[in-house]
């Protein structure tokens, strides 16, 4: 599969929202399950949300949800994550992560080795 590529980062003020996007030139992208994960200085990357590979599943961290939705197009290719209610502690690094492996019965996901570069969210209080 090939490597993924995060884009849609920025600088947003507390309580605004940003949409980050996820492409691969794998050609078989609907057969992944996805997620997406932080990472801030000096901590580990961090569990987001995650989406099997036909949207029938999703799973988020407790932090976020009510705030963040994701979602994946694939026909086009992409996953989404809409961040709405930003705070300034979501300000991170955001990574893509595809092919990793999604338990069905805990709604977890294991990630793979293949993570995009990053997109940086910053927001300012």
């Known amino acids: 599969q090939g490597q993924p590529a995060e884009s849609g980062g920025g600088l947003v003020q507390a309580g605004g929202s940003l949409r980050l996007s996820c492409t691969t030139s794998?050609?078989?992208?609907?057969?992944?399950?996805m997620a997406w994960f932080r990472q801030t200085p000096g901590q580990g990357r961090e569990f987001i949300a995650a989406?099997?590979?036909?949207?029938?599943?999703?799973a988020y961290a407790d932090f976020v949800k009510g705030r963040f939705t994701i979602s994946r197009d694939n026909p086009n290719n992409v996953m989404y994550l809409q961040m709405n209610t930003l705070k300034p502690e979501d300000t991170a690094i955001y990574y893509c992560?595809?092919?990793?492996?999604?338990?069905?019965?805990?709604?977890?996901?294991?990630?793979?080795?293949?993570w995009g570069r990053g997109t940086q969210v910053t927001v300012s209080a």
């Open positions: 794998t050609r078989r992208f609907d057969a992944w399950h």
């Open positions: 992560n595809s092919g990793g492996v999604y338990d069905y019965k805990r709604d977890q996901y294991r990630p793979s080795d293949t």
């Open positions: 989406i099997t590979w036909d949207s029938g599943r999703t």
